[in-house]
């Protein structure tokens, strides 16, 4: 009996199907990169930088970050709690400073004078209620000196965050008192300027005859009680 030989199959077909399965077997075996809708999702560098306790992360492209860290208080003070010790320029922005910080203690009174804000943060620290973060807008009513200055650290050493605001005021005693809490907030750590003078003396229309008081809850004082939050959470 004679054994007939087929014929084999063409090699060309047979090199490219074995070359087809290599390669998706390759593509099964590597994870693929996600792709949107409308294409990869771009790669964003960041830097960080710490000025003052606060760490800002900045994307090279879209929304600026930034991360605040606060040191835990001593002793005496509320954490997560801010406290406002002022005279009657606080009342004027009383109402947008309690709407741009909620829960704050604002704690003003008309003529107020720089040592008895000191009493009033002594007593609420004393009580436990005072706040881990102090604002402080005092130094309208008369003169202060660096020793007026350190009498009031000594009460809010240990607090989270300092932000004092500087004054505007048509008296002899402006200018010197802005050099003393300018002077003074260099000397510590967490100790921030609201730079109130400034920006009052670019807007005079804010003011009312004295050129010291604001309307209250007007375009001055929504400035103002702005100026102040945005300091108070920069540092």
């Known amino acids: 009996m004679t054994r007939t030989k087929g014929r084999g199959r063409p090699l060309r077909p047979l090199l490219v199907a074995v070359v087809a399965g290599i390669i998706a077997a390759g593509c099964a075996a590597t994870p693929s990169r996600h792709v949107g809708a409308h294409g990869?999702?771009?790669?964003?560098?960041?830097?960080?930088?710490?000025?003052?306790?606060?760490?800002?992360?900045?994307?090279a492209s879209g929304p600026t970050t930034t991360e605040t860290s606060l040191s835990a208080p001593a002793p005496g003070f509320v954490a997560g709690h801010v406290t406002a010790v002022g005279d009657s320029v606080m009342l004027d922005y009383q109402t947008p400073l309690e709407a741009d910080i909620p829960g704050i203690d604002v704690e003003a009174a008309v003529?107020?004078?720089?040592?008895?804000g000191v009493k009033v943060l002594a007593q609420l620290k004393a009580e436990g209620r005072l706040g881990a973060e102090v604002i402080v807008a005092l130094g309208t009513n008369g003169p202060i000196t660096g020793t007026d200055f350190g009498g009031m650290m000594t009460v809010l050493q240990g607090a989270s965050r300092i932000v004092f605001v500087n004054i505007h005021v048509d008296r002899p005693w402006q200018d010197p008192n802005n050099a003393v809490l300018a002077q003074g907030a260099a000397s510590y750590p967490r100790v921030l300027i609201a730079d109130w003078a400034t920006l009052a003396a670019n807007n005079p229309q804010w003011f009312g005859p004295d050129g010291t008081h604001l309307a209250i809850a007007g375009p001055g004082s929504q400035a103002l009680a702005s100026l102040i939050t945005t300091t108070l959470s920069s540092g």
Do not use: L
């Open 40 to 59: 990869p999702a771009p790669v964003r560098s960041t830097s960080r930088t710490t000025v003052g306790g606060a760490t800002t992360t900045t994307a």
């Open 111 to 116: 003529n107020r004078q720089w040592g008895a």
